[in-house]
């Protein structure tokens, strides 16, 4: 596994492919790209957090940079402080639901914004040119703190006027949290007990061992569920280990699905505000059925998260995220949060009197099925393939803004090529995971 180099960043394992050099490299070509100005940065818990930070703020001063650090921090967190200190960009050191040996670059723009294309291919142009502005000794950048970044980002969250504090808490919701000892261990658990909320924890200590698969996937999740049931708590909420993705459990100690986190929260800003959504190409349908409830539009957008955001931007949308638990919510920052998510889902909860579970009966339902083709086995390549599946499909009017994307009266199949192995990702939804892959499989046997 090589280094992964991406407009949004750099990933990979560290001491092997992610190394101090090119941290600095990277580090060194965002720095110049900038010019100068403040940057925010921030980490998850990993073990290589710390060393990673220090190569990444003393290269950062090296370009004239002024640091403002937060140590650790959830992505969010990091986004808001950029736009608190009205600064030129941000640093996440987080590989997101990467296990423990990774870590990463995520680079924010001046909005607070992942970069998009174009901004990355400059920020790519430079490392590969190592043409770094590097300064003298007496114009190099300081380095200063702000360890109140977090409780800032709560303050913002309670002062939206739709969370109603003292209505959460006459609820005297009991929630268990399973942060995965990442960057929310602390955050979640402080933001809960600000809406007077009882908590229950576990592995909420932010010492970047995860205890399961980081991923808040069904199948990593059988631990909060059983405590949600021990405890006879209200909900249980589950985070990744920089905090910007938000898995649901009722509680009977069932999981919501994952996709179900940004229809909960379109529900909720729906019924305050007239607007549009937004969401990903594959993301749920149960995001169109919520929206058209309430007259709404949900616009899809290609995979990634700075793609919803511009089709959020573009079409003025009050509200957008991403099926794997991602909530965007444009009065706060323009990127995933997990704590405004979790804030949203309370006040849904609270201010409909319902039971989660009552709540995700009352949903549109629909399953999906997740396969992937590999390309040697086929024996074509994934441009051939995704051209086929257009032509053999033309009638259904595909959508090839991202892949393909193939939508029937009982469903949908979506083809994209991986951006890091050899295979094309086949995702199909319909009424059961049974008609999905159904679904999906008619249209694979007819390209076979």
């Known amino acids: 596994m090589a280094l992964m180099i991406s407009v949004s960043g750099i990933r990979g394992i560290f001491g092997t492919h992610l190394t101090p050099e090119n941290l600095v490299t990277f580090t060194a070509a965002y720095g110049t790209w900038l010019n100068g100005g403040s940057v925010v940065v921030g980490r998850d818990s990993r073990v290589t957090g710390q060393i990673c930070e220090d190569i990444v703020c003393a290269t950062l001063q090296s370009t004239g940079c002024n640091v403002i650090k937060t140590g650790i921090a959830t992505t969010p967190t990091v986004a808001m402080g950029v736009l608190k200190h009205q600064a030129e960009g941000g640093i996440i050191l987080t590989a997101s639901h990467n296990p423990e040996q990774w870590n990463a670059l995520k680079l924010l723009n001046n909005r607070s914004e992942f970069l998009d294309s174009e901004q990355g291919k400059e920020v790519l142009t430079l490392a590969e040119d190592g043409n770094f502005n590097y300064k003298m000794f007496d114009q190099i950048g300081s380095i200063t703190t702000d360890s109140d970044l977090a409780s800032y980002h709560i303050r913002k969250i309670l002062e939206l006027p739709y969370i109603d504090e003292k209505l959460i808490r006459s609820k005297n919701f009991k929630v268990a949290v399973d942060a995965v000892n990442g960057a929310a261990s602390n955050a979640l658990p402080e933001l809960l007990e600000a809406l007077g909320v009882s908590v229950q924890k576990i592995h909420c200590t932010p010492n970047g061992i995860f205890p399961h698969n980081p991923e808040p996937l069904p199948e990593h999740l059988s631990e909060i569920c059983e405590l949600v049931r021990e405890q006879k708590c209200d909900l249980g ?6 905090g910007d993705r938000l898995a649901l459990v009722d509680e009977n100690g069932d999981l919501f699905g994952e996709e179900y ?12 505000k007239n607007g549009d959504t937004a969401t990903n190409l594959s993301s749920s349908r149960a995001a169109d059925k919520i929206s058209e409830k309430y007259g709404a539009q949900c616009h899809r957008s290609a995979v990634g998260e700075i793609n919803v955001v511009k ?3 573009k079409e003025n949308a009050i509200i957008s995220g991403e099926g794997n638990g991602g909530v965007i919510n444009p009065d706060l920052h ?6 405004v998510g979790t804030a949203m889902a309370l006040q849904l909860l609270a201010e409909r009197n319902l039971k989660a579970s009552d709540y995700r009966k009352s949903l549109p339902h629909f399953e999906m099925s997740k396969q992937k083709l590999q390309l040697a086995d086929l024996g074509v390549d994934a441009d051939q393939l995704l051209k086929k599946v257009s032509e053999s499909f033309q009638k259904q009017n595909p959508n090839t803004l991202d892949g393909v994307k193939i939508d029937f009266e009982n469903g949908w199949v979506h083809f994209r090529k991986s951006n890091t192995e050899p295979i ?7 009424e059961s995971k049974k008609a999905a892959e ?4 008619k249209v694979i046997s007819i390209i076979r």
């Open 237 to 242: 909420i589950v985070t990744d280990p920089d």
């Open 261 to 272: 986190t940004q229809v909960m929260a379109f529900d909720l800003m729906l019924s305050k």
């Open 311 to 313: 089709v959020m931007q």
């Open 334 to 339: 323009p990127g995933r949060d997990a704590l």
């Open 424 to 430: 094309v990702r086949v995702y199909s939804e319909a």
């Open 438 to 441: 159904e679904l999906a499989e």
